[in-house]
């Protein structure tokens, strides 16, 4: 007999040496607030499950490498994710995000940042079509960008 998870089970968040959790493809609405408890987990992948929020106590998973919380029905995500120094991909493709939380750009060691298929993306590429950078404009970003030096 196959079921979907609803809720992660409490179960789970007593094992304090977990590094890796698996739980995709399930129909979990919400993640505990207790999720902190996991202190050693490396991977955390809640894709396709039904999210549309996550609680800002995610941003205590000190160890956390991998999280993937694509093909989800997430708006926003907590300005705790930035807490998340160990990050290094964050999948979040196919879900609902219309803005992120500017405190993202903290993540220093992120590598793989996966955003396609949000609002936020399409916005950016319709408005690319129809307000096209300058070269002047590229210009400036590519010296700013590399830190060039330049003269009036």
Do not use: W
């Not at 995709?24 to 549309?52: F, K, M, T």
């Not at 807490?83 to 609902?96: F, M, Y």
């Not at 995000?97 to 319709?126: D, G, W």
């Amino acid at each position: 007999m196959l079921f979907d998870f609803k809720v992660i089970p409490q179960q789970i968040l007593e094992l304090k040496s977990l590094k890796s959790l698996y739980l995709g493809s399930n129909a979990i609405e919400s993640v505990p607030r207790d999720i902190h408890r996991l202190e050693s987990l490396r991977l955390l992948y809640l894709g396709g499950n039904q999210l549309s929020e996550l609680p800002e106590e995610v941003g205590r998973l000190q160890h956390l490498e991998s999280l993937s919380l694509c093909e989800n029905q997430l708006k926003s995500l907590p300005p705790t994710i930035a807490q998340l120094k160990s990050l290094r991909s964050l999948a979040l493709h196919r879900n609902c995000l219309t803005t992120l939380p500017p405190q993202i750009v903290k993540l220093r060691y992120l590598m793989e940042l996966s955003l396609r298929n949000n609002p936020l993306v399409m916005r950016f590429i319709r408005d690319m079509m129809y307000d096209v950078p300058s070269l002047m404009e590229l210009a400036a970003r590519s010296i700013k960008l590399n830190k060039l030096h330049y003269i009036d």
